[in-house]
Each structure stands twice: as structure tokens, then as C-alpha cells.
């Protein structure tokens, strides 16, 4: 059973950084692409960032986070990273990782395996 652990939530002021972490264990990882979502209170979860697990650069973005945030990976960890840069009051949700097995996807019903997520709060 692969399990995903996010990390590196917390509370940032506007303008500032963070760097999430998800690191998968158990089971047989091997993922085609991993991505990360999010959910602000009252509103549905959506894509924030993806990327294709075997090929450097194939990476998509919302629009929302084009520009600011930069997805990568760790091969060797098994780890996905999530660098958000000048935070905004907006992008204050939990944040979600997760695995898919078929494609680089908006799609949450791509992903098979998530995270339990973790909070971001970015105050103005």
C-alpha cells in the first residue's frame, strides 16, 4: 500500500515562500506522474501543479500558480516537491499530493493514491 506524506505547510506572509514535500513509501511507487492539489475553505479541491515522473520537464501548471509555483522531483527520495514563491492571501488552502498511474492529469479521478494534506495559510 503506497502511502504519501505531505510537508512543509504553514503560516507565511504574503509575498513570502514555501516548499512542500511529499514523500511516498510502502507498496510499488512507480507512478507516471504526481501532482499536487488543493482545497480552500468553502471550495472544492482543484490542480495546482503536475508533472510526468520519468521525463524531465514535462511539467503543467494552473494558471492561478503559472509563474509562482515550480513542481520537481526526487527520483531517488520517491519524493515530489512543490516551491511556491510570492504567496498570496488566495492561496491559502491544504494542500494535496497525490499519484497517478495513466497521466499527467487535472483530473483528481487520474490519481489513484493521495495524502492527507497539509495547511497553508499566507496572511496579508
Known amino acids: 500500500q503506497v502511502q504519501l506524506v505531505e510537508s512543509g505547510g504553514g503560516l507565511v506572509q504574503a509575498g513570502g515562500s514555501l516548499r512542500l514535500s511529499c514523500a511516498a513509501s510502502?507498496?510499488?511507487?512507480?507512478?507516471?506522474?504526481m501532482g499536487w492539489f488543493r482545497q480552500a475553505p468553502g471550495k472544492e479541491r482543484e490542480f495546482v501543479a503536475a508533472l510526468r515522473w520519468s521525463t524531465v520537464g514535462t511539467t503543467y501548471y494552473a494558471d492561478s500558480v503559472k509563474g509562482r509555483f515550480t513542481i520537481s522531483r526526487d527520483n531517488a527520495k520517491n519524493t515530489v516537491y512543490l516551491q511556491m514563491n510570492s504567496l498570496k492571501p488566495e492561496d491559502t488552502a491544504v494542500y494535496y499530493c497525490?499519484?497517478?498511474?495513466?497521466?499527467?492529469?487535472?483530473?483528481?479521478?487520474?490519481?489513484?493514491?493521495w495524502g492527507q494534506g497539509t495547511q497553508v495559510t499566507v496572511s496579508s
Open positions: 497525490a499519484r497517478s498511474l495513466r497521466a499527467v492529469s487535472v483530473l483528481e479521478s487520474m490519481y489513484d493514491y
Open positions: 510502502g507498496g510499488i511507487f512507480k507512478p507516471y506522474a
